[in-house]
């Protein structure tokens, strides 16, 4: 089966300007998630989307980062205006269910975000 | 709020070594237990889980045990090899909520 597919792979941009992302999940998938990923830490959950409806966004700083996940299938993550702090990988995931607690999750490679 | 403790990295082994990367974790309730791992250029992927206290979840040669009395999850390997290079990713599941991730543990295994 095709895996989740992100893009672009890489960005660099300076602080101020905007940036969009990409995500295509795996087909049927119903929950799709984007993670924050700084260098030397975990994955930071930022937004998790059941079908089309957000179920999660309590991490997401929405003065700066917004998301949104059209017709339950393809999202897209903005951020506008960027920061240096936002330097980091940001990544899609995807699951079958609805946060189940052994649900296997199924992730792309990422995009690598630079601000300068 | 529920956290995950990794043993710090960067981990180098020579091939046919024994592993073993700690994980503690601190959460209310019973949560499942995940080891993701991230080759490089790669996505997160996932290696192995357990659900309950006392399961254990293997993959690959690769073994990890639930251990409620010292909420812990150690990843074990008797014998590594250099395709096992990566970073690895201990996480937590508890119900109703979203995973939560340790800050990852990299191993370099050098022929």
């Known amino acids: 089966e095709a895996g989740v597919a992100q893009s672009p792979r890489y960005k660099i941009i300076e602080k101020r300007q905007s940036v969009a992302f990409w995500c295509n999940p795996i087909?049927?998938?119903?929950?799709l998630y984007w993670y924050q990923q700084i260098l030397g830490q975990g994955p930071k959950l930022l937004i998790q989307?059941?079908?089309?409806?957000?179920v999660d966004d309590s991490q997401l700083p929405k003065d700066r980062f917004s998301a949104e996940r059209l017709k339950g299938v393809d999202s897209t993550l903005k951020i506008q205006p960027a920061k240096l702090e936002d330097s980091a990988v940001y990544l899609c995931?995807?699951?079958w269910g609805v946060g189940q607690p052994n649900e296997k999750l199924f992730f792309g490679s990422g995009t690598q975000l630079s601000v300068l | 709020g529920d956290s995950v403790t990794q043993m710090e990295g960067p981990v180098t082994l020579s091939e046919e070594a024994f592993l073993t990367i700690n994980c503690t974790y601190t959460?209310?309730?019973?949560?499942?237990l995940f080891w993701y791992v991230q080759y490089p250029g790669e996505g997160l992927q996932l290696l192995l889980k357990a659900t309950k206290a006392d399961d254990k979840g293997s993959n690959k040669g690769f073994e990890a045990t639930y251990r409620k009395e010292t909420t812990s999850f150690h990843l074990e390997k008797g014998s590594v090899q250099v395709s096992d290079s990566a970073v690895y990713f201990c996480?937590?599941?508890?119900?109703?909520?979203?995973?939560?991730f340790g800050p990852g543990t990299r191993l370099s295994v050098l022929p």
């Open positions: 959460a209310t309730g019973y949560p499942s």
């Open positions: 989307f059941q079908n089309n409806g957000v």
């Open positions: 087909s049927g998938h119903a929950t």
């Open positions: 995931a995807s699951s």
């Open positions: 996480a937590l599941n508890n119900y109703g909520q979203n995973f939560v």
